[in-house]
């Protein structure tokens, strides 16, 4: 079992809708959580975190979390075409004080003018 | 201007040879780690360091060697011994107290 799961996609929405990009962990101890988004050819920045149950919102972009779920999902409202990007999903390993992430493998997004 | 600065952007070499990845920083940052990313994947962790003159091995660290002789810097030596070192190399760090990790551009590397 992949310690983060994400669906590849891709996820296709028109333009104005709302994204739901989903991430899925097996670690029960993990305690941040981060989306990265990354275009092609680029590197990831970041563009939410969220370390505590429930929503956080900045700006179009919500992160939620489920610790009992072990899930946690950025939503993306009036998704625009420069939206259109690979959103990987990262959870901080607290095992050990090394600050380790683990990445999911991304999932695609279009956003369809 | 301040940031995660790596170099060169694109690295053309042949099989066999040792290449070496630089990675800047000029934010002061004490942790840096070194990542691989393959198409339609996600990133792997191959080394870390928290302070200078100490680092880590991650989770795919075989064929590979850093040094941290500098706070600013971290360089990555691909060596002959990595079997796949076609991939993109990314270099990220995190400041002091903080967990949110910072990614430079990263160098994509290309061995024939």
């Known amino acids: 079992q992949k310690e983060v799961e994400q669906n590849s996609g891709p996820l296709s929405v028109p333009e104005g809708a709302i994204a739901s990009l989903n991430c899925t962990y097996s670690d029960r101890v993990s305690q941040s959580f981060f989306w990265y988004r990354q275009y092609s050819g680029k590197s990831p920045e970041l563009i939410m975190s969220i370390y505590s149950n429930g929503d956080k919102e900045d700006g179009r972009f919500t992160a939620q979390l489920n610790k009992a779920s072990q899930y946690v999902s950025l939503l993306i409202r009036d998704s625009q075409p420069s939206d259109s990007a690979t959103y990987l999903c990262?959870?901080?390993?607290?095992?050990?004080?090394?600050?380790?992430?683990?990445f999911g493998q991304g999932t695609t997004l279009q956003v369809k003018p | 201007d301040g940031g995660i600065t790596q170099s060169p952007k694109y690295l053309f070499r042949k099989e066999g040879q040792n290449v070496t990845l630089s990675c800047e920083q000029n934010?002061?940052?004490?942790?840096m780690y070194w990542y691989r990313q393959d198409p339609g994947q996600g990133l792997r962790l191959i080394y870390y360091?928290?302070?200078?003159?100490?680092?880590q091995k991650g989770d795919i660290a075989e064929g590979y060697s850093v040094s941290r002789e500098k706070k600013e810097s971290f360089p990555l030596t691909v060596t002959s011994a990595q079997k796949n070192p076609t991939a993109f190399y990314l270099c990220?760090?995190?400041?002091?107290?903080?967990?949110?990790?910072?990614f430079g551009p990263g160098t994509r590397l290309t061995v024939t």
């Open positions: 990262a959870v901080r390993v607290v095992s050990s004080n090394t600050g380790k992430l683990i």
């Open positions: 934010l002061n940052h004490d942790a």
């Open positions: 990220a760090t995190v400041g002091t107290g903080g967990i949110e990790q910072y």
């Open positions: 360091s928290q302070i200078v003159n100490d680092f």
